[in-house]
């Protein structure tokens, strides 16, 4: 553990031995794991629907596919000169800079070319053994070939958490003469280094549907894609969104940040955080505690206000958070913390009042997931 510490060095660090980087990949597999199971929790709890649900499921486990996809690219970091290393955030964040995400999209447009030029798996495998055999020496070259080859085969296969992951749309019901869709979206924020999914309930009254309007659903697209920025307030997204497109009337906007992801091993943390992970002196499997925050803003009502001279517009007048109403720019704020067991006790432990307002969801034996009261 060490050898993490000393390369700590920056809030932007490199991983540069093989071992850690399988450690870092190895938490994360199984912080991923867990995510699916808590969303499953929240929505037996009634707040995330079935729709809701699976759409944020589609999400977590492309997360888990982009792990997995980028623990292939750097399994041999530190075992040759050429081999690549991971950087990640190990201040505000835990996970991959979002340089990596942008780094794996544009290798996954030139994937075709990278796996025409590469020798198979099966091919490279029984190249291995015959060095091993024949020379008696550790075929690190080809093992580094092959830890490229599932790469970007990985790539390949698809399904992953990108950069950027433009708005998708699921139709819900008709609703008094107007179409109700979920847009759904998400990006790996460059600000915060973390992974971030929207889910947007608007209701249709346009003479096309949405989705098949090729007039207007490129536009809202594009629209979302350039609001989605973690500094923005979602009062400000849902206001702007309601002005700019008058048949599509904005009900619900949620933004739900999976991250940071605090560990003794691999991150820096200030306040009552490093006091719980340093209580617990968890081993490295669950020395971790991952926050998952989710931003609510709703509409209250329709009115029509004036627009201009002689007009008027139809406008959403939106549900503020009645304690910290405009600054807060949301109905609710709702933070959520996933951790080991071990890590919850040392939680109970220390009692900072800072965590207590946290909805706490204890991973417990056979990765159980067990609300916290």
Known sequence: ????????????????????????????????????????????????????????????AALNGTFTALGHKYRMTGRTDTAPRLTFDRHESGFPVAQELITMALDAAQVEKHLSGMASQAELKDRMVRQIVRDLSVPTALQFALSQRLYY??????????????????????????????????????????????????????????PNDDRRWPLVQQGLMAQSVGGLKLLTMAQGFDKDFEAIHPKRLRRITLGPMHSQDFTLQSGPISDVLKAADAPDGNDWALVWTVEDIVSDREEDVKDGWFSTANRQIWKLDPVHGIDSGTTSTERMMILPEQVFQALVEVDAPGLRPYRKFVVGAGGRIIPAV
Do not use: C
């Open 153 to 210: 085969e990985a790539l390949a296969a698809g399904g992953l958490f990108w950069a950027r992951n433009d708005p998708d749309v699921q139709f819900i019901a008709d609703t008094n003469s107007r179409r109700h869709f979920l847009v759904h979206w998400a990006i790996w924020d460059t600000q915060t280094n973390l992974p971030v999914v929207y889910l947007f309930d608007v209701q249709d009254s346009g003479r096309k549907p949405l």
């Open 1 to 60: 553990m060490a050898d993490v510490k000393e390369a700590l060095v920056s809030d932007h660090t490199e991983l540069a031995d093989s071992a850690v980087v399988q450690r870092y990949f190895s938490k994360f597999e199984r912080i991923t794991g867990h995510l699916g199971r808590v969303a499953g929790e929240v929505e037996a709890e009634g707040r995330l629907t079935r729709t809701e649900a699976r759409i944020l499921g589609r999400y977590l």
